[in-house]
């Protein structure tokens, strides 16, 4: 078992630190400092990113039941986070429940529309269930807002250029079954200090982004 000792003024540290090892791959590594982060009296800002993390750690090992778990007890402390919607959504999509994984994705949308996550994530849903001029409009607005780094602009561009040659071909799309998408994260999207995973993957399909 690892012990992590998590001193106030390190949090946002070990928050970066987390996400660095699930980008490696290191799961077992991230797994402690995000459970350490969460129960610690710190802000509510970095229990919230922690807890994120822990269901990036759960969706990676296909644990779809905790994730969802978690992310609705993060839902459930502040309503209104977007990027919380967005990740419910995302886990929600994996497990089946596709009209509530898109109503999450929609609320997340609303409220956060300064996040480029949300609007990918939106329309990766869209683009597996057949979407596409939906997805596209999703994937167009990504393009305009902010990209945390090179990585996922890269990733919204090639977006773009797939969704753009489903719809010149007219090509059928149907809803594909939950498949190994949760396997990768780069340490990526700061947001109010700390690092916070975002939920797509460049295979194609909802994800915890990362090579």
Not at 66 to 89: I, K, T, W
Not at 115 to 139: M, T
């Amino acid at each position: 078992m690892v012990t992590v000792n998590v001193p106030g003024e390190n949090v946002t540290a070990l928050l970066h630190d987390a996400a660095a090892a699930l980008g490696d791959g290191e799961i077992d590594r991230a797994r402690p400092i995000y459970q350490a982060v969460m129960a610690e009296p710190t802000s509510p800002d970095a229990r919230q990113l922690a807890a994120i993390g822990l269901a990036v750690c759960n969706a990676r090992r296909r644990e779809w039941a905790e994730a969802e778990a978690v992310l609705q007890d993060v839902v459930a402390a502040d309503p209104d986070s977007g990027m919380a919607r967005a990740y419910l959504g995302a886990v929600r999509f994996e497990r089946g429940d596709v009209d509530t994984a898109r109503d999450d994705l929609d609320e997340a949308v609303r409220l956060a529309p300064e996040e480029a996550i949300v609007f990918i994530n939106r329309g990766e849903v869209s683009l597996r269930i057949g979407l596409l001029r939906d997805a596209l409009g999703d994937f167009q607005r990504a393009a305009r807002l902010p990209a945390p780094d090179e990585t996922t602009r890269d990733y919204v561009r090639g977006l773009l250029t797939a969704t753009r040659r489903e719809l010149a071909s007219s090509v059928e799309r149907v809803i594909p079954a939950p498949s190994d998408v949760w396997r990768r994260l780069t340490r990526r999207m700061s947001r109010r200090g700390a690092a916070l995973p975002a939920v797509t993957n460049p295979d194609g399909a909802i994800a915890w982004r990362g090579r």
